[in-house]
């Protein structure tokens, strides 16, 4: 097995929705990530969208243990958030 680790700064009011999506995919069967991806690739992404959807949808569906991830808030205005996945 291989470990992927990132991390990126984030706004803070940006957590609670990438939290939530987090959460989805983690609930998700092998077959609905599968549905999901394709649904998200026909879609339009919103304005603030900077692609991440299909790329953690993609990352749990090639994950062979649920995703982990971890929010830590640096100050009043930012959060870094890091992402592990086991392929």
Do not use: W
Not at 9 to 37: C, F, P, Q, S, W
Not at 46 to 62: F, V, Y
């Amino acid at each position: 097995n291989y470990f992927l680790i990132s991390g990126n700064l984030i706004d803070n009011d940006r957590v609670a929705k990438l939290k939530g999506h987090l959460d989805k995919l983690a609930n998700m069967t092998k077959d609905e990530l599968k549905k999901e991806y394709h649904l998200q690739r026909k879609s339009t992404p919103e304005e603030t969208s900077k692609g991440a959807g299909l790329g953690l949808i993609d990352m749990a569906r090639n994950a062979c243990q649920p995703l982990e991830y971890e929010f830590s808030q640096i100050d009043d205005k930012h959060t870094f958030f890091s992402l592990k996945t086991v392929v």
